[in-house]
């Protein structure tokens, strides 16, 4: 399938793994480019060592384009940040909060794509003015921080609004080739997926994540500033419940997350290293199209499956016509 995101990326399925921070290691990433997708490193959580580890292993497992996302980099150490992201030979670079000038015109004198995260149509054309190549319109169904709009009236204005300039990608609550296919009709060129893609054995999860997920059903996730004080979605669990009775006792960004990491409810960063997690407690975010995952498929066999998915889609529709 060709779509304009396909064709600039030159990437076989307009399909993109999600940068997830803590979730989006190689093995992940990996998997995904090597099925004709794009995998991009959830770098936000990763010291300079582990990203530089990370981005040495893509190279060695793929030679098909991969990309890093940083999210929440300051705009000082960002471009440090992203010139070893330049050099270790990544084809797109993420930013989530807005990507500076220079760190754009870094990019793209070493041929290297920006995309931007974007929950409002304002993001998107603030984005693509600035020089950014392609975007993400992530709805509020989305897993992780998040934004209020859901996917459906997002992604076709912020189509509107500057599909005619870059490709826009859809991102939230995508977890088969029905919700590619939609996105496809929406206007978008493709589709970020996170939360499927957590459920693969090649993500790196921490204890539990993976049986939270396959017990979530469609209502079981909520948006709570519980772990880093801004909106996530995660999986409903006692200490959102807590925090939705008592938010008077919410710290701001980022010292809220600090106390979840300091208080053993967020091991995101730490990974599966961390034996000391209470699924009862702990951070996993989520997306509200968990209901519909119940099982875990090899990350590869996942992208060949969506795209099978979506053709039956797209020639059910063509069937009704
Ligand atoms: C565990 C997790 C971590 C995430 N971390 C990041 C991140 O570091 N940077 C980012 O741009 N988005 C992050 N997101 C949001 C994803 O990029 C993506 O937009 C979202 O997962 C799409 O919705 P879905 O989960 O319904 O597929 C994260 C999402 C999850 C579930």
Avoid at 159 to 172: E, Y
């Amino acid at each position: 399938m060709q779509t304009r995101l396909t064709e600039l990326l030159g990437i076989e399925h307009p399909v993109m793994l999600a940068g997830m921070g803590g979730v989006s290691y190689h093995r992940l990433a990996a998997a995904v480019s090597a099925a004709g997708g794009i995998g991009t490193l959830g770098a936000a959580t990763m010291d300079a060592a582990t990203m530089d580890a990370e981005m040495a292993a893509m190279r060695q497992l793929t030679d098909k384009p991969w990309g890093v996302d940083l999210l929440t980099a300051m705009p000082g150490d960002m471009t440090a940040q992203v010139q070893r992201i330049i050099d270790a030979g990544a084809r797109i670079f993420v930013g989530a909060l807005g990507v500076p000038h220079e760190v754009i015109a870094m990019c793209h004198d070493a041929d290297v794509l920006v995309v931007n995260m974007c929950g409002r149509v304002h993001h998107a054309v603030q984005a693509v003015d600035a020089g950014c190549d392609l975007v993400v319109a992530q709805g509020t169904e989305a897993g992780g921080h998040t934004g209020r709009v859901a996917t459906l009236p997002l992604v076709p204005q912020i189509v509107d609004a500057v599909g005619d300039r870059v490709p826009v990608v859809a991102a939230g609550g995508i977890v088969d080739g029905r919700g590619v296919a939609a996105a496809l009709a929406l206007g978008a060129d493709g589709v970020w997926l996170g939360t499927r893609f957590i459920a693969t054995p090649e993500a790196r999860v921490s204890f539990g994540y993976h049986d939270a997920l396959l017990g979530a059903d469609e209502s079981q996730t909520t948006v709570s500033r519980s772990y880093s004080g801004k909106p996530m979605r995660v999986v409903a669990n006692e200490r959102t419940a807590y925090f939705d009775r008592h938010p008077e006792e919410l710290a701001p960004f980022p010292e809220q997350m600090m106390a979840s990491i300091v208080g053993g409810v967020l091991h995101l960063p730490t990974g599966p290293d961390d034996p000391n997690v209470d699924p009862a407690t702990e951070c996993y975010p989520a997306g509200q199209g968990v209901g519909a995952i119940d099982e875990l498929v090899p990350a590869g066999e996942l992208v060949a499956r969506l795209m099978a998915e979506t053709e039956a889609a797209l020639a059910r529709i063509d069937r009704l016509r």
